[in-house]
């Protein structure tokens, strides 16, 4: 018996490793052959449009017609797995709800009845003891054959003993006030908390040094080949994202390079800075061939929209600038701040632009209209960062001390991350829910975008020769895989970290409890 106990536990061992060795081999693949290319609209089939005067077309047959719609809508007749196990449960839930109401009715219906009857009996006069017992109970409070009406906010189940405790004790004793529906309890608090998922830790892989300042801005080019970065030394760099060797320096800004980013259809890379200066350079020339002038104050931020040619900016002037790539031409000026524009982020759906200001708010604007959609004012202080999820409708923010997340199109609030109680400089997520962020102190924290569970948290390390007060993280990026962060930070440095291949949720348990209360919805 013994050693068919042994054999079972070398196979289950054998298991767990061939398990975790498939795992990192396939995270290694991923990280080798990558090709951003292939997840691009461009990259994929050509779907098929129909024409808007289809009616009109005499060609167009019930036959062809039906072919077209077919082509069209194929892929989108069955829902995903995620969305119809959702409607599912929600129906169930819909089925419960109106079945425990129909219950409620029929209980309080029958307990009518009997206090109809009741009553009857006290009025012939048929049962004088009961009616005197019945009249002093109800001066007590409850009948003693029935439950005390509960006065909590939602139906709470009590064990088999409960019923008969509380209704021998008296009303104003401490075990009748101590019974459960004897209080106001919400009904969001006795709701299970969902668990986290598991993600391995993250570990730092390279350490790159090459600037002669802060590093304030990271940009990766979408063949994931290279990545480029701006600092307080007035220099763009490229630099190879698999050796991490220098391929080039751009000079042209004579003050710090506040924001960077590389356009996904064009060759074309696009800085600004502290020095009112918005430019866009040609990578197959290396120079600079726009300019974009109309800033009044330092440019902080910028970002490109995924599949318009338009560039939106902001910086301490308070307003965001929405320019026309090509024309150079200020399409809209998105004023309504009242304080420096630290952030934005462009999506391709409403709201398309999203800014994130230092008098604390964050607002979503309507890009055809070029006013504002939407205010947020939940942060007690500045917003420095912000970034949306890559592939759900959701984004965070960040003040000191503070991360939110929010639901889109009309930025309902969804939950707080707590617990990085520092000056929060720069917000990451990729595509495993993989939330980090970065203060002023050098700390970061590794979050599950799912919960808000902070299932890592370390201290970055400023380089040989820094002073211990520049090592904060002044900006970050994962790269197109999500395998990699690069963090440029305040010791002149550019730090990528990688998760940890040979880590398990064996050898790197969840360190996760349960709240004793939900989290505060505001």
Not at 297 to 324: E, F, I, N, Q
């Amino acid at each position: 018996m013994s050693a068919q106990v042994a054999d079972g536990r070398a196979v289950v061992d054998g298991s767990s490793e061939l398990t975790a060795l498939i795992k990192r081999n396939a995270h290694m693949s991923k990280s080798l052959f990558f090709d951003a290319r292939s997840t691009t609209p461009e990259g994929g089939r050509k779907r098929l449009r129909l024409d808007p005067a289809v009616g009109s077309d005499p060609d167009l047959n019930e036959e062809a017609l039906a072919l077209r719609l077919h082509a069209e809508y194929r892929e989108v007749q069955v829902l995903p797995e995620a969305l119809a196990k959702k409607q599912a449960a929600a129906a169930g839930a819909v089925a419960a709800r109106k079945k425990a109401q129909q219950k409620r009715a029929d209980d309080g219906d029958a307990a009518d009845g009997q206090d109809t009857a009741a009553a009857r009996k006290m009025i012939e006069g048929i049962q004088e003891t009961a009616k005197v017992g019945t009249r002093t109970t109800g001066a007590a409070g409850a009948a003693p054959g029935r439950e005390a009406q509960t006065t909590a906010l939602m139906q709470i189940r009590r064990p088999p003993g409960a019923a008969s405790a509380s209704a021998s004790a008296s009303p104003g004793s401490s075990a009748a006030r101590g019974q459960p529906g004897q209080q106001l309890i919400r009904a969001q608090d006795l709701h299970t908390q969902p668990r986290p998922d598991w993600h391995p830790p993250w570990k730092l892989m390279r350490v790159i040094s090459g600037h002669l300042g802060w590093v304030r801005s990271l940009a990766v080019e979408p063949g994931n080949k290279w990545f480029a970065s701006g600092a307080g030394d007035r220099t763009i760099k490229i630099w190879d994202l698999v050796s991490g060797q220098l391929r080039l320096t751009l000079t042209g800004h004579i003050s710090t390079v506040r924001g960077l980013a590389v356009s996904p259809r064009h060759p074309y890379l696009f800085s600004c800075g502290e020095d009112k200066m918005v430019k866009c350079w040609d990578l197959e020339t290396n120079k600079v061939i726009r300019h974009y002038h109309g800033h009044l104050s330092g440019v902080y931020t910028l970002a490109l929209h995924p599949t318009l040619d338009v560039l939106v900016t902001g910086g301490r002037d308070g307003v965001a600038r929405v320019w026309d790539m090509r024309t150079r031409s200020n399409i809209h000026v998105l004023a309504g701040h009242t304080g420096t524009i630290s952030d934005v982020r462009c999506q391709e759906a409403d709201p398309q632009v999203i800014t994130g200001s230092l008098d604390s708010t964050v607002r979503l604007w309507d890009l055809a209209a070029g006013k504002s959609s939407g205010v947020l004012t939940h942060h007690k202080k500045g917003v420095r960062a912000l970034t949306v999820h890559p592939t759900e409708f959701t984004f965070a923010s960040a003040s000191a001390g503070s991360i939110k997340q929010w639901k889109c199109p009309e930025g309902a609030f969804m939950q707080n991350f707590d617990g990085h109680n520092a000056i929060l400089n720069t917000l990451s997520v990729n595509a495993d829910n993989v939330l980090v962020s970065g203060a002023d102190n050098g700390s970061m924290s590794f979050w599950d975008w799912k919960t808000g569970h902070r299932f890592q948290s370390l201290d970055t390390i400023a380089q040989p020769g820094s002073l211990d007060a520049e090592s904060g993280i002044m900006s970050s990026t994962f790269d197109r895989s999500g395998l990699r962060l690069i963090c440029g930070e305040a010791d002149k440095t550019i730090k990528i970290w990688k998760q940890d291949d040979q880590a398990t949720p064996e050898t790197h348990p969840l360190d996760w409890q349960p709240a004793a209360l939900s989290r505060r919805r505001y």
